[in-house]
C-alpha cells in the first residue's frame, strides 16, 4: 500500500515553459487535493476534486489547472511558469476519518 | 471566516518541558480540527485531531485541547523531546461537500536537549 506517490520530487523550470506534476493513489478515495506550501504562509489550496470527472477551484487556483479521469490520479498542470510558483507542491487524499494523506511533495524553482 | 490563526510562529523549549501551541477559528460550521507533524522534507503527517463535542483528547504525550465558546483550540507536547522537533500545523474541516482542510500557518519547534 503506497499511499499518494508524487513525481518528481525536484524540478527546476525556466520562465514560461510548462509542466505536470503528477499525485497517484491506491486507497481508492474519491476526494483529493493539491496544496502548495510557502515558508511562513501555511498550505495553501489549489484545486481539490470530489470524484473522477469532478473537480474545482481552491484559493489560489491562476496560473493552475487539473484534470480527474480516474480516482486514481489527479495531475496539476503548470502552463508558463512564473517565479511565483516556486513552492513545494503537495497532493493529498481523504482518509475514511476524515484524516488527509499526504505525498512527500514536489519542489518546484522557476528561474 | 475561512481563515485558522495559528501562534506562535515558533517556539523554543527544553528537553523534557511543555510545548504550547494555539490555534483560533470563526467559522462555527467546521467540525474536525486536525494537528499535523511535518518533518523537513517530508509531506505532513496526521498527528492527532478533535472533534467539538469533545474538550480534550489525548494520544501519548500530546494533548489537544478543545474549547467550543472560545473557537479555541490547542496543542500540549508533554516532555517535549528533541525528535519533537518539526513544524506544526492546525486545521479545521469545512465540512460538506467539499471536505477542505483550512490550515493555520504553522509553528515551528525547536526542543533542545
Known amino acids: 500500500n503506497a499511499g499518494v506517490t508524487q513525481t518528481p520530487k525536484f524540478r527546476i523550470l525556466k520562465i514560461g515553459q510548462s509542466m505536470t506534476l503528477q499525485c497517484t493513489q491506491d486507497?481508492?478515495?474519491?476526494?483529493m487535493y493539491w496544496y502548495r506550501q510557502d515558508p511562513g504562509m501555511g498550505l495553501k489550496l489549489i484545486y481539490y476534486?470530489?470524484?473522477?470527472?469532478?473537480?474545482d477551484k481552491g484559493e489560489v487556483p491562476n496560473g493552475y489547472n487539473v484534470s480527474r479521469s480516474t480516482t486514481e490520479d489527479f495531475p496539476l498542470r503548470l502552463e508558463l511558469a512564473a517565479p511565483s510558483q516556486t513552492s513545494v507542491y503537495f497532493c493529498?487524499?481523504?482518509?475514511?476519518?476524515?484524516?488527509?494523506?499526504f505525498g512527500s511533495g514536489t519542489r518546484l524553482t522557476v528561474v | 471566516q475561512q481563515q485558522v490563526k495559528q501562534s506562535p510562529q515558533s517556539l523554543i523549549v527544553q528537553k523534557g518541558g511543555i510545548s504550547i501551541i494555539n490555534c483560533a477559528y470563526e467559522?462555527?460550521?467546521?467540525?474536525?480540527f486536525p494537528w499535523y507533524q511535518q518533518f523537513p522534507g517530508k509531506g505532513p503527517a496526521l498527528l492527532i485531531a478533535?472533534?467539538?463535542?469533545?474538550s480534550e483528547k489525548k494520544e501519548g504525550r500530546f494533548t489537544i485541547s478543545f474549547n467550543k465558546s472560545a473557537k479555541q483550540f490547542s496543542l500540549h507536547i508533554m516532555d517535549s523531546q528533541p525528535g519533537d522537533s518539526a513544524t506544526y500545523f492546525c486545521?479545521?474541516?469545512?465540512?460538506?461537500?467539499?471536505?477542505?482542510?483550512?490550515f493555520g500557518t504553522g509553528t515551528l519547534l525547536a526542543v533542545q536537549p
Open positions: 493529498a487524499s481523504r482518509t475514511r476519518d476524515y484524516g488527509y494523506t
Open positions: 486507497m481508492n478515495h474519491n476526494y
Open positions: 476534486s470530489v470524484g473522477a470527472g469532478i473537480t
Open positions: 467559522n462555527t460550521a467546521f467540525d474536525y
Open positions: 478533535i472533534r467539538p463535542d469533545v
Open positions: 486545521a479545521a474541516l469545512d465540512g460538506g461537500a467539499t471536505n477542505k482542510l483550512i
